[in-house]
Nanobody, 121 residues
Framework: QAQLVESGGGLVQAGGSLRLSCAAS??????????MAWFRQAPGKEREFVAR????????NYADSVKGRFTISRDNAKNTVYLQMNSLKPEDTAVYYC????????????WGQGTQVTVSS
């Protein structure tokens, strides 16, 4: 079983930046074997995909709404995935979740508890 713990959320003005972190732990959880992703859920809306990264960081994908502003990265030595968010907009306000899955053919196996990001105009 794995635990994913997000951190780094907060309140920021539009145009500002935040860096989210997601630390993974668990006795049999091999972080470097998992695709990692970030999702977000705004009030009254469904959870949506933000970005994902493959096991070694060689493949990244982004939602169109964040492309060019957000960067996902990972440090397998630290069992941590990051989301650097620049040029933040009020519409980026949401709870951000990290998730892990073994392959693109499976469902996400693990989810974090989320971290709140609020962007003021």
């Amino acid at each position: 079983q794995a635990q994913l713990v997000e951190s780094g959320g907060g309140l920021v003005q539009a145009g500002g930046s935040l860096r989210l972190s997601c630390a993974a732990s668990g006795g049999t959880f091999t972080f470097s074997s998992y695709w990692m992703a970030w999702f977000r859920q705004a009030p009254g809306k469904e959870r949506e995909f933000v970005a994902r990264i493959n096991w070694n960081g060689g493949i990244t994908n982004y939602a169109d709404s964040v492309k060019g502003r957000f960067t996902i990265s990972r440090d397998n030595a630290k069992n941590t995935v990051y989301l650097q968010m620049n040029s933040l907009k009020p519409e980026d306000t949401a709870v951000y979740y990290c998730a892990a899955r073994r392959s693109l053919l499976t469902q996400y196996d693990y989810w974090g508890q989320g971290t709140q990001v609020t962007v003021s105009s």
